[in-house]
């Protein structure tokens, strides 16, 4: 499919395996070249179904693509001379396998044997019956799986969690970071009106070449599940919807009550590794300067696995606790917080996410009940919304703009495809409200104004700007570690 016409060479080439060499003049549109990648084209076509209506591939497919741009020929084959293959197996991991619509390219065979190194698919048979297919009894045996989807150029891979959820045309996407792991894998994400549909990997070359790891690509689910979508305020054990105005004033209020009846170490603050180094920032000027406050900090500790491996999958699911601590945070004012409020010396806490490190629900509860006033900005129901006094519902990575410093300390933005859900509304919009209801003057609009200032207070931020960050990132000063 990418021959080429060389001048000086008698035959066509293959574009992708010649050289290019000093003077050389290569064409790639006269009649000669597309009279011999029509008939490639139609020799791939075959013994290929056309089942392109119920094919998830139709929109994104090469095969398409090229049909419309080369071929436009009618078939010289009859329908019931075609070879016909395996339809719709389960070959595991994210993937279903369409044998038929293969057009044999060994994309997926390579991936397999070059990148996760697990040799899982092979091509058996010869000729016209050649099949792309998986070891008898085996299934896909790794963590990249769903990449296979994106690499195969047709409908004979394509992602079970994704197929027939919604046609691609209807889709906008835009470029933006996984908040899976500290590895920070570049990605875009894919929606439609508020509805997040899937996630698919961005290339950049310091941080995940081209790929993304299975649990990263089902991140897309938190932005539509389980969420809060309103400001609630809990009185007597009963939650009631309230205004933002009235959440916020009466977060205030009972923060500057408590401080100033108990004293500044009476109001606590944690803050989250899935925040963006803007909003961390914020929440750590809010506490310091405006709460004046000791019992501050954070934890990357999370629930569940913590299963890491040697490419690209990283132990610490937060995709920002090494921004958390350049900017200051710790997890030891994270464990100052806690023995505080077990202590019972915590009047106010405000708490940001909706985990609380890897603590069991029952643990959340049993800590919270300690406290007479809790306040959450959060962007999902859990154990600490059904116990906060006050619930301050925040917009999901896919709503919101901003940066992750990544394990490694770069730095990279991802960005908001559309605007928070419900009620919601973005972080820094929240603390800036509730900052300035506690008596500071903030002047901050939007996260690069944020991250401008971010940068020239905090040393291994200096010299970046959001401009200059672009969508592959800047280490921070220092170099990577
Ligand atoms: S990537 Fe797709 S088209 Fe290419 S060999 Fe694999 S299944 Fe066939
Ligand atoms: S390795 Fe981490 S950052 Fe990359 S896709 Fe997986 S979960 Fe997301």
Partial sequence: MCLVEVEKFPKLQIACNTVATE?????????????????VLELMLIHHPVDCPICDQAGECGLQNYYMKYGLHKSRYDLEDKVHKKKVQDIGGQIVLDAERCILCSRCVRFLQEITKTGEMEFFQRGDHSEISIFPGRK?????TGNLADICPVGALTNKDFRFKCRVWFLSS??????????????ETYFKGDILYRLKPRRNDAVNQTWMCDFGRVEYRKANESRLLIPILREGGQA?????DSVLLRTALRFR???EAHGAGSVAVIASPQSSNEELFLVKKLAAEVLKTENVGFTSRTPGDRFSDEFLIKEDKNPNSRGAQLLGLTEEG???AVKAISDGKVRALLLFGNVLADFADEKIEAILSNVPFVAQVGT?????????????PSASFAERGG????????????RGGFPPRGKAKNDIEILVALANRLGADWKFDGEASVFNALASASAPFSGMSYESLGFEGQAVAGGLK
């Avoid at 896909?140 to 990249?144: A, I």
């Avoid at 970071?177 to 894998?185: D, E, K």
């Avoid at 940066?403 to 991802?414: K, L, Y």
């Fill in 23 to 39: 003077g050389m003049v290569v064409r790639t549109d006269t009649e000669k070249v597309r009279k011999a990648v029509t008939g």
């Fill in 140 to 144: 896909l045996s790794n963590d990249y």
């Fill in 174 to 187: 835009i470029e933006s970071v996984c908040p899976g792991c500290a590895n920070g894998c570049n990605v």
């Fill in 240 to 244: 009631v919807a309230a205004a933002w």
């Fill in 257 to 259: 009550e408590e401080a």
């Fill in 334 to 336: 994270f464990g100052r």
């Fill in 380 to 392: 999902c129901e859990g154990a600490i919304s059904r116990a906060a006094h006050a619930v301050l």
């Fill in 403 to 414: 940066t992750f410093t990544n394990f490694a300390g770069r730095v990279q933005r991802f």
